[in-house]
């Protein structure tokens, strides 16, 4: 079991290049699981994690709802925002720049075959992050991702999350707000759930600019610990 973590910081990236690189990476872990197996090998398969920000962008999951985007082709284009359909689980969500987006691109062969305990483990590295800040994070039952206020009028999501993993290896991940224009969430059905707002760590706490490195470091801090994980940075 390889328990080292490969941490790739892409800076701000173009989506689609991003996810190009994401399926080669995903690629390269699953051919050598392929050939342990059709050869009886016990080679070591790699595990990378990618910080990235992304250009204004709306992506829609596997099973998304395409009303869910509110804007048309021209929109899109004043806004300066691209679309995609892609292969994650979830709906529609938004990235762009003051966002953290977090893609861990492991072999849970490494770790536990357990995808809903993988899930709640990035939920949890999120909850113990804003913990740090004072702010109390949480999970909505049905809901994937971490929110605040659960359970209240104002219930808002922070983090939204989807996945996807096939032969036991990941791709996707989370998208943190830090300092992110929320008001390009006014152009989509936040995951296609009506009537609840969004929200980023820069508004909670009621100052000009989150510090995006500080953050990035506190997050790895507690995927290391969670995951129990050697990170190697590139």
Not at 8 to 35: A, C, H, P, S
Not at 44 to 52: A, E
Not at 212 to 222: D, S, Y
Request: charge should be negative; charged fraction near 25%.
């Amino acid at each position: 079991m390889n328990k080292k973590i490969q941490l790739q910081d892409l800076g701000n990236k173009d989506y689609k290049e991003t996810w190009d690189y994401q399926e080669d990476l995903f690629k390269q872990i699953v051919d050598v699981k392929i050939q342990n197996r059709r050869e009886e090998l016990n080679l070591s398969t790699p595990n990378y994690f990618l910080f990235v920000e992304h250009p204004h962008v709306y992506t829609l999951g596997k099973s998304g709802d395409i009303s869910n985007l509110l804007l048309s082709e021209k929109q899109l284009e004043e806004k300066g925002a691209t679309f995609y359909k892609i292969n994650r689980g979830g709906d529609i969500t938004y990235h762009g720049p003051g966002q953290i987006v977090g893609y861990p691109i492991l072999d849970l062969e490494n770790f536990f075959t357990d995808i809903h305990k993988y899930l709640r483990f990035l939920e949890e590295v999120i909850i113990l992050t804003l913990a740090e800040y004072n702010i109390v994070g949480a999970r909505s039952e049905g809901e994937t991702g971490v929110w605040l206020g659960v359970g209240t009028p104002f219930a808002r999501k922070i983090c939204a999350m989807g996945v996807r993993a096939s032969r036991w290896v990941t791709m996707h991940g989370f998208a943190l707000n830090v300092n992110a224009n929320l008001g390009y969430f006014d152009n989509i059905i936040p995951c296609g759930i009506k009537g609840k707002a969004v929200t980023s760590l820069q508004v909670e706490l009621g100052v000009e600019n989150v510090n995006e490195e500080e953050v990035k470091e506190k997050i790895l801090k507690h995927f290391s610990n969670l995951f129990q994980v050697e990170i190697i940075k590139q």
